[in-house]
């Protein structure tokens, strides 16, 4: 093993293949004992998709045929109407046989819905010629509220910060902020802040990992000239993030809780915002992240817990960011821990990040 | 499912034209759904397309939630159906007793009762069926935020009246929850003044010794230490005045001189595990901020962390060594 300190365990490599297979899995079907995914089918699509391109096998373990029809599939879930365009999750509250593209007021586009399949389409490296780009700023209009939140669908009361999040980065694809009062927008994430120095999920609500990646990322995301946090306020910040990687290298999602792979995208996300993403111990993150693996693909939240697509999803994301040393034993076992770069603010890989930007922008 | 009755078997639902779920041929994570599933699925899909509220639509809902409880559509249809038909919400809050406890960490089963409390309005019991609820997950955030929503929505001081009671229980029960810790901060600084707490400096005071007094019991707990760090912001007391009693937690237990009872410095239990890395943090803070000479006891400290006392953010610890030293040289 090599002498330097943090090398001082041995890390096994990373199941690239059997993770490919995990989600592959995923996205040819679910056991019905998962059917309470069918409300964020788009997600899952995206969670999916999402790790093959991570792991750089969107053009291996797919075809041009597969790649073609499941952009065919997303576009069905665009639909429009009085409160503008946007995606829903999935059919399931599609009411006849031909691929309907107008809304009822029971089948409507979904704000978390509509980022994810965004993403996912940039994936596929679809060109975007079929975005209702304008009514999507009617749907994100529809669903701002009068204190600066977001609901998951027009006129729904379900609101917290992760729908204010998918408006920002839906606004910056765009180009266009048009669709959104950023001001109030930005009233309500400071609202959302803890004594800890974390941002809850709605205002009153204690600091949590994942609301706090997102209100960092939104506040970065915004189109304002200055930062609305103080510098003290960002140092607060950074030094409660930090408190949450464990000594098992994991970060939990709250002030003494359990480690959980999601947070080391959430929490290590949020400290790469903040320009402190080498305050984070990327060996010990991946050694974590090692025994999270399941032993036929995928990876869980906790070791010996079952793999899910959200949990492979954000722990390959995490180790975008956090590539881990490698020592010399290692290096010849392959490079299984290497990764292409992420975008940290929209949540992709840098180059599917690019290709979104260029292609989904409103031209001026 | 061998027993179930098809919706078309049922007395009563002759008249509903079900609908299939349209899918093209490829499509993304479909769910292999059951046979149930899809029948009640399909007269939901015809109820809908007829926009039908009756007292059947609830026995088919219910059905599709005890399914799918994330189904948002069938819940958002459910309520504007209960207050169509005007229902009894008392009843369909008794049946959403029993769905939270099942599905505690569905979003919607809290969306729906917050949808319900707004009508009803007595919220008084529901804080006692969160304390139930506690019972089988006493850190569920939904449930958390779902009381903090009831008591600042409502804002009724017989409602506030046993929230300091009910916290210091669940801290007595788990000494390390922060959900509690976080909720006695939102009671007491932010959510206005209560009954009996207008006397403010004896609420601070009152504050400090309870969290001093935690931590002698269990030192190593960064929800107690995040507490005393935010009421003494919040109150815009320099962290210095803790020194007193912050230092014996940064010293071994051999070192250990104070048997004298003080209740504002309330020294470690004779079983903590010292030194605490969280008190050496806060004291490395006082130094930090008194700057000049003392910025150097700082680094000291920091270094005893990253290098001993809490090697897990030895990155951070020299992050914060150079950041010192870099002001300590402008």
Redesign the interface.
Known sequence: MSGSPENDFYLPPLARVAHAGHVKR??S????S?????????A??FY??GSLDLLNMVQVKTSET?RE??R???W?QQISGNYGSGFRP???????????TAHTD??TPHIIMTYTALLTLAILRDDFSRLDKKGILSFLKACQREDGSFS??PG???TDLRTLYCAFVISHLLDDWSGVNVERALAFIASCR???GGY?????????GGTTYIAMAAIHLAPVTSNPLTPSEKQKTID?A??K???SGGFCG????VADACYCFWLGGCLKILG?G????SR?LASFLATCQFKFGGIAKAPGEHPDPYHTYLSLAALSMFPPPISATEKSNGSSWTFDPLDPLINAREETAKWARSYIAIPR | MTDYVRYVDRPGWDDVVPIEQYENGSPLAPIFYTNEYKDVANYFRGIVKTGEKSERVLELTEHIIRLNPAHYTAWQYRYETLIAIDADLEKELKLMDELAITHLKTYQVWHHRRLLMLKIRKPIPELRFIAKTFLVDAKNYHTWSYRQWLLAYFNDEDLWAGELDFVEQLLYADIRNNSAWHHRFFTVFQSGVHDGEQDRERVLKRELIYVKQSISLVPNNASAWNYLRGVLEQNSIPFSKMITFVQPYTLPMEEQTTDLVDLDNPPPSKTAHLPCALAIEFLADVYEAEGGDSMLKATELWKSLGNEHDVAHKKYWEYRIREGLRVLQT
């Open positions: 995923c996205l079907g679910l056991p019905d998962q059917v309470d995914l069918d409300s964020g089918r788009m899952v699509a999916c998709l597969d029809s499941w065919e599939w997303i069905e999935g059919p399931f509250m599609s009411r006849s046989t031909q691929g309907a029971y089948d998951t669908i729904s009361g379900e803890t004594y800890e809850g999920q709605s205002p009153f609500c204690e600091a949590n409660w930090v408190h990687q464990h000594p709250r002030t003494n809780k402190a080498d305050l984070v111990d010990s």
